[in-house]
């Protein structure tokens, strides 16, 4: 299905390990490589971050994309902590699970703050540590926190082109409500304190406990989770809680993509003055084709 991408459109990214492995298990060096390679990213590519948050198999974006250039920022974060993360365990193999990398549409404020929340609360969901700032990978959901982090050395050239050293701070999504910059960090600070404690009471409920951040940090890059995967589930690429916001949004989906496959049978017939829907993406950057908004 060809991916529809408009700028100034805010997105719940995540990437998952090989077979869940550990291989982004909380360490110093696991979080100089993603933050670096993370504000490397984001700088090229002018992609906002609001919120990350870097688990032991997996990990957490919610951004903005001011300029239409989402797959290029995943692609060169992704190949970046790959290669980088690979060097320093003395991998070969692929580091990404062969799923494509997942990127959900959120419609609208709503969508946005419950997101930011899911992600802060992962590991706390997970049983893992009790709150999320015990979580001792990287995780930053506060709007001004700035991540900074030296080049790693164990797979950049010490004589190349790449920054001695990169930072990213963290800016306030897009919302549509007049709050500042403050009022926003508090309505998220309660929000995620409100979540916590409700997973706390659930796990006190079923007699379960917490695994608590020195286990986590004593685990292998080689273990995974005992549980097992879902499979053959829904990979949605639209949130939206309002039920009639989800359908519209559902609605410029679908349309989208029957404008896509129409304009691309008349391309394929050698009509290269067709022109194709707003938001599309590969065949705009890759053959140049004519689009909505900049056929003229």
Known sequence: MPRRIIPNSTYLVTRRCTQRLFLLKPSTRTSTAFVYCLAVAAQKTGVLIHAVAVLSNHYH????????????????????????????MGRWENFWSSEKP????????????????????????????????????????????????ERPDLFFRKDGNMAESASITLTPPPLTTSLSREGYCKQIAKLV??????????????????????????????????TKETRRKLN????????????????????FISEYKAALIEWRRGNRNVVFPEGTYALRIQAGVLCVGSAA
């Not at 404690?197 to 005992?226: C, H, N, W, Y």
């Not at 949605?236 to 349309?255: D, Q, V």
Request: with cysteine; glycine share 6%.
């Open 102 to 149: 997942s990127a959900v549409l959120l419609e609208n404020d709503e969508d946005v703050l419950d997101k930011i929340v899911y992600l802060a609360c992962n590991p706390v969901a997970a049983g893992l540590v009790a709150k999320a700032e015990h979580w001792p990978g990287v995780m930053a959901y506060q709007s001004g926190k700035t991540l900074k982090a």
């Open 193 to 226: 304190q409100n979540r916590e404690q409700e997973i706390q009471t659930e796990m006190a409920r079923l007699g379960q406990s917490f695994m608590g951040k020195a286990a986590v940090l004593g685990q292998k890059v080689t273990d995974s989770p005992f």
């Open 61 to 88: 974006l919610v951004c903005t994309d001011p300029e239409g250039r989402l797959p290029e920022f995943m692609c060169h974060l992704n190949k970046l902590v790959a290669k980088c993360m690979n060097a320093s």
């Open 236 to 255: 949605p690429n639209i949130a939206c809680k309002s039920k009639w916001h989800r359908i519209e949004a559902l609605r410029r989906l679908k349309t």
